[in-house]
């Protein structure tokens, strides 16, 4: 069965740093693009980053472009999210997500879903 294990996260001060994780199992994660999405409190999700495949390119949301890193190691079926300079609107819950599409600038639903790990950067 697919399942998607988000971990990481926790309280941090405006301006400081977090890494993400999301272990991956129950398909061939090397095959597949994939992304993190947040939802802020009471919001609906908002997309973050996507990565390619292969872990050779990359994309981001504007407010996320030189402070998170998105990056992969599939050998570990693991994906990571870098984030520094944290601000207090970047609190939310943070899901990896499995992309239907080869393109790192998709955007749209997504496959399969973890069930996201609490990121809280306080005011």
């Known amino acids: 069965q697919v399942q998607l294990v988000e971990s990481g996260g926790g309280m941090v001060q405006p301006g400081g740093s977090l890494t993400l994780s999301c272990l991956v199992s129950g398909f061939t994660f090397k095959n597949y693009d994939m992304t993190w999405v947040r939802q802020a409190p009471g919001k609906g999700p908002e997309w973050v980053s996507g990565i390619s495949d292969g872990g050779g390119s990359s994309s981001y949301k504007l407010y996320a472009k030189g402070r998170f890193t998105i990056s992969r190691d599939n050998t570990k079926n693991t994906l990571y999210l870098q984030m520094h300079n944290l601000k207090p609107e970047d609190t939310a819950l943070y899901y990896c997500?499995?992309?239907?599409?080869?393109?790192?600038?998709?955007?749209?639903?997504?496959?399969?879903w973890g069930n996201g790990t609490l990121v809280t950067v306080s005011s």
């Open positions: 997500a499995r992309s239907p599409s080869d393109s790192i600038y998709y955007r749209g639903a997504m496959d399969y």
